[in-house]
Nanobody, 127 residues
């Protein structure tokens, strides 16, 4: 069982940066691939970024490539999402999720492949 808690959301202006954090409970954090998803009002939950268990493999949706960076610190049981050059289209509730895997692999990008979810943190970008 893993519990996830996101933090770091807020209201910013276009062009600003935010860093989201997701703290995980338990001692097996390094056995989980981690992902960040977002959901805007009236839209489906969208994959944003994922990172493998070791942190060596990362994956991004095209719309955030070059602006967002996912990273993890297994010693702190925490995954991060550094978001730069934010624009109003990035406004959404951001969720972190954990995908259990017995072996190294690329992080999945579909919500149903993830086993645990946080409660989400709101990110609002004004123009």
């Amino acid at each position: 069982q893993v519990q996830l808690a996101e933090s770091g959301g807020g209201l910013v202006q276009a062009g600003d940066s935010l860093r989201l954090s997701c703290a995980a409970s338990g001692r097996t954090f390094s056995t989980y691939g981690m992902g960040w998803f977002r959901q805007a009002p009236g839209k489906e939950r969208e994959f944003v970024a994922g990172i493998s268990r070791s942190g060596h493999i990362t994956l991004y949706v095209d719309s955030v490539k070059g602006r967002f960076t996912i990273s993890r610190d297994n010693a702190k049981n925490t995954v991060y999402l550094q978001m730069n050059s934010l624009n109003p289209e990035d406004t959404a509730v951001y969720y972190c999720a954990a995908h259990y895997t017995r072996q190294p692999m690329s992080p999945p990008s579909r919500p149903y492949e993830y086993d645990y979810w946080g409660q989400g943190t709101q990110v609002t970008v004004s123009s």
